[in-house]
Each structure stands twice: as C-alpha cells, then as structure tokens.
C-alpha cells in the first residue's frame, strides 16, 4: 500500500512532544499538538477573569509548552515560520481531529496506565490503518495494546526519538508480534529519508538497544571513577571529544539529561533485568547516590555536578563538585602524557590506539571502560540486536559517538584487545574467540566501495542494509584513491566522479587543500564528469587556513599573502568555470573560505544541519575567496522593477558586517547562500551520494560551463554614503569599536564597487580586485593581527 505523511498528530507537549513535533513541521508536515486540559484556573487566569470553559484556559499546557520549545537553544525549528505549521488544542476538545491525521505519535508521561488510556481515547476517533506508534523509552511495547482493536495492533509500534530529535539522528523501532512487517518497513524508510534519521529495528527488550548500552556504559563508568578517586574535571576531559564523543562528555551531560533521569533509567534497568550478568553495574554508586538524595539533579536543579555562580565582580563563573568534600570549587583539568600526545591528531581512530594503550592514569581508565563496554556489548548478542552493526548505529546515533563500540574495538585490533580483557577478567562472549579462530579480525570490512559486517549465524561478512546506496569514503580507501597529498585526498567514487576529502585540522583550506581541489577538477576534466567536494567529518571546513596567514602578516610579507589570495580566488573561480560540474556538500560548520567555496561551485547539496556564513569580520577581515564579490553578485540579481535597490545591498552587507551564520540549511536558503536550485538531504549519511547523483544528473543534461558575469550593478557612492552613515551611527552608539568600523568601511567600499559617482554594471573579476585590496590592507592592520591571534591561539574571538 503506498502511504503518504501529510498530517501527524503529536499527544503530550512535554519537552519531548513539542519538540518531535517541530522536526516534524521543520520537514513540512502539518502537525496537531494536543495536551490535557489544566484541573484549575490560574491566578493569571483569575485576575483576567476567565473560566475553565475558556478556550486559552483549556490549552494553556500545550500553549506554554510549546513556547517553552520554541525559545530553547539549540532551537528546535529550522526557521521560525515552519512554527504555522503547528496547530495547538487539547484531549477533551480536539482528540476527534485526529481522525485527518496519517500518524499519531503518543509522548505523554512514562506511565502504563495513563498510556493506556489514551490509546483507549485514540482508538474511539482513529480511522482505521492510521500509523500509531509510543515515544516511550522504556516500557515494554507489547504491555501497551492489550484491548485495543486488532487493526490497532497491526499499525502499532514504538518509534523513539531521542532529545533533542532535531540534532539527535536516533529512531529506534520496535515492532510487537503483531505490528505488519509492512508498518515496519514503512517506519524504517520514512525515518531515514524524510525525518534524517539513523532508523535502527530494535527487539522489544528493556531500554531497548541505545539506553541499555549508553546507560550501562555511564554507570560502570560512574563505578570506575570512583573506585580511581578520578576528579569531574578530569573526566570530562577524557570522555569528551577526545575520544569522539559528544563535548559535554560524561557529568555535563548528565547535568544538562537531568542526574534523575539517569537514576530512574539506571533503577529500572536493575529492576527489569534480573538474568543481566552484569546487573550491578546499574546499581548507583556512592557519588551518584549522595547527588541524587540531596537532589542536585543538574540545569534543572541549578546545580549537580556542575554549579553556575557569581564571583566578586558579578562575572558568571563555573564550578565543579569535588567528591571528597562534597563542595564546590574551580574547575580541574587532566593533566595526563597521552592526552598531550594526541593535542594535534585530528583522526579519533588515530587517537583511540594512543590513549587507550596509554601507560599513564588515562590509559588505565580507557582500558577499565572500553574494555567492560566491549565485553558487556558482546553478551548483548543476540538479545538485545541480532547484528552487531545495530548497536553500533544505535549507540553512535543516540548518545552523538563518532565510532560505536564494535568500531571502536576494530580500531584497537580485535585479537589483541579480546586477549588483553580476557587477561583483566573481562572476557568477551564465546562467538568473538570463535570468530577469531576462524580467521576473521574485525567486525567490519570493506569491499567494492561497500561497509560489510561480521554476521555471527553464517560466520560470513555481509554488506549493512539500508547502506546499498551511500557513499563511505572510507570503503573507497584501497584501491579508488587516485590523487593524495597531506591536506587533500580525492577518490574515483564510480559513475565518472570524483569525490575530494579534506583532511585537515577543522578542514581549513591551505595550500595542500586548494592544490587538492584544482587536481581533481583537472582530472575530472580529462577523464571523468563532475567533481564532489565534501567529506564525512563533523564540519565541512571552518575556513581559510589562518595559521599560514598569520605568519606571513606578522613577517609582513604582503606579496605572498597577495599571493595567497590570488590562489584561493582563481581557485573559487576555477569551480565556478570548469567544464565539469562541481558541487559541494557541506554539512556542520561551512564557515568562511568554506563557505566561499560552496557559493562558487555549480550546486549545493546541503545537509539540512548546515552552519554556514561568511565569519571573517571575526578576525578583521572581509571575506576574500570571492565571498564578499558573490554576495554583491546576488543582491544584483534580487533587483526588480521598482525595488528598493539599496535596501537589498544592506541586508547583504549586513549578514557579513555582523558574521551572521545559518543555523540550518533552511536559514542559508533565506541568506541566500543556497540558491533556488540548490537541494537538501536530511540524513547526513546520504549526503555524499545524493551530491553524486546531482553531479551526475547535471553532467547528463548537458553541462555548459558558465561565463563570466559582468552585468553586476553596484552603486558607487549613493551606497557608500549610506553604509557610511549607519556605519557611523553604530560607532558613536558604542555598538561596534572603531576597528569594526574600519572593517565595515572597506567592506562598503567593494560591494558598493568603489569609488564611482553612479550606478554602473561591472564585471566579476573587478569586485574580485577590489576585494583582494581591502583584505590585504586589513592584514598590515595591528588590531586584525590580535584577533586572529586570539583564535588561533586562546580559541575564542577577541573585540577590540
């Protein structure tokens, strides 16, 4: 049956609710959002004199709520207009409408009963072959459809998101006996294609996969640090980023979860699992215990393991607890000789080895933790998962893990790291010596641009399904490299395109990057028919390489940083006129010289959580890889008949006066950084091949190489005059310092085209010029030295 999510309906508006039925709205689906009705006015309520009978009254709950989402950060929406798409109401009154509604979606309160009677209130009004499916993260799926229709049973499921659902890429499904493999099947598709989603098919078990191993990883972890005496400062240090984890790594993010919800998950795994072998593990240690009784529970108590204060001169401060005396003092740091060996390797799988065979107090903590996770994941099979790889992409997905923990064992070396948890008294589950001894010494492997898992029943590798149609660079990494350097690697990734893959610190774009790009536009024009510029790290590029910019302006050698800019210009206007098509796939921090390269290529295929802006006011500069010249470009073409031409010239100079950057792909589309034509992908793991399949759709409609435009009208000094007067009104307000004002003036002077006395069309490669001037006279200026050595250097951006 071909079915089609046009309309779903959200029941429970708590943090949970509210914010799945923004995702829902952030792909254009119209959603209702209902809530219960509250028992009593409020004093608000009174003094206005209104009644329970008053329609703000009854939805005063999901009203609140839903505020409550929509002024959170990180915000829950793509843009604020798709909130339209969220209609409000309430059990009583509205429950009927739900009957319009292609999928109804229960998030109330982890409460069985209550649960069950609002499916009781849903069966009574849904149409049959609806889609109804519980947001729980614990309570057994099968408990919840006693005495529902069999029709209800059939189109029943568990579908939980994990918080927060945008930026969360987990959707965990878990059927019954009774759900149609159908509805499963649908479930799993719709996740991954229209929600984004990393759609993993769970067994019916307690917590399913993601929670029972996220949490059993926290709480054996919690058991070690207390027996190693380890401080919180030191912990988030190792379990952070480090080791390809989320940044608020371990006590930060249980402050921002909430301690109770950890405690109450951990409680009823202890309870819920009796035959577990490793069942104490979820018992809460001391200093979990002592937080939890006085009820520092986190952000939600105003303090846990982390507290916000003021200190004497009312600067907000941040302190930790120390678990000796149980109070609150400055932050500590780990200071351990692996940490310090791994500072400058950007590959986590190049750091994990390093820190984990570490012969120092982190090592000793690496090894305890990953070697008890790898053990505890392997008993898991197969009650939990019958694939090995299911873990992997439930863990990685839900708790933000770069690599999950079979990957992470691959990394380390199968036999070896089996050998040495067996000699620590952790030995792994019988069917990964069997493994071993059959030959086999990884979990995964790669083949024919495919990622295949070991599958325990055959005892073979079989390719992942569901990953027939991505693109893994890694799997193209023996035999499909055709051009390398240090900074740039390029792959033949099939179909006659060529994919280039950044690899350096933050991706920035150096000498190595640019030469990177320009080969593979060459070969690509020789032999090939597009080129794709993306990789599968968190951030596409944060920009420019500043480091090599910084040394040349401190030497003052200003001829080659005119070079520098030469290079990188030609090579933004090398993408723009190649006889091939290129396009970029930018997902995470597309900043600056990124960004730039994005807007010169021939298409965009974005990842819906792109961050993209023209930043480099930051560091007191204008943007010069032709970003500055685009942006002009663009505003050109906005002009109409009639138009305020110059209010549509700020707007533009104003996104990069003030650094601003898109908080999604749906905001760079209306900064105009993603054209019309460009396109968006949902799920980050498709990206690379839907920006292949652009390339290639391109390339067969009959790519024509683009021409120079030298139709651009700028406004010379009419424009000047009004960016200079508003540029000045910012400086005497104390709005902006007087070197954001030299910045903001050059900036004015190239998008206004100069120093002109009207309105002329000039050409691309004279905004080009006049932007490389401005940029090289901002390198020779003091203050634009200091903040780029703020950056570089402290990490943070400097105003002065």
Known sequence: MNRAIKKVAVLGSGIMGSRIACHFANIGVEVLLLDIVPKDVNETEKAKGLTLDNPQVRNRIVNDAFQSTLKSKPAALYESAKASLVTLGNFDDDMSKIAEYDWVIEVVVENLDIKKKVFENVEKYRKPGTLITSNTSGIPIHLMTDGRSDDFKKHFCGTHFFNPPRYLRLLEIIPTKDTDPEIVDFLMKYGDLFLGKETV?????????????????????MHTIEKMGLT?????????PIIGRAKSATFRTMDVVGLDTTVNVANNLYAGLPDDESRDAFKLPGIVKSLYDKKWWGDKTQQGYFKKTKDENGKTVILELDFKTMEYGERTKAHYESLSKVKDIENVKERLPILVNAEDKAGEFYRATFYDMFKYCSLRIPEIADELYRIDQAVAAGFAWEIGPFETWDVLGVKQTAEKMEAAGMAPADWVNEMIDAGHESFYKFENGKKLYYDIPSKSYKVI??????????????????????????????DGILNVEFHTKMNAIGGEVIEGINTAISMAEENFRGVVIGNEGQNFSAGANLAMLFMFASDQEYDEIDLMIRQFQLTMTRARFSDIPVVSAPSGMALGGGCELSLHCDAIQAHAESYIGLVEVGVGLIPGGGGTKEMTLRSSDEYGEGDPELNTLQKYFMNIATAKVATSAAEAAEMNILRPSDRVTLNRSRLLADAKARAIEMAEAGYTRPTERTDIKVHGRSSMAMFEAGITGMLYGNYISEHDAKIAKKLAYVMSGGDLTSSTLVSEQYLLDLEREAFLSLTAEPKTLERIHSILFKGKPLRN
């Open 232 to 240: 919180v400062g030191e912990v988030d240090r190792m379990t952070g």
């Open 465 to 494: 399904p569901g990953t027939e149609g991505f693109i893994i660079l890694e799997a193209f990494k023996e035999n499909k490299v055709v051009y390398q350097n240090p900074g740039a690697t390029v792959y033949d990734v099939g």
């Open 201 to 221: 098919l769970c067994k019916d078990t307690p917590a399913f996969i993601a929670n029972r191993i996220g949490i059993y990883a926290i709480m054996s972890g």
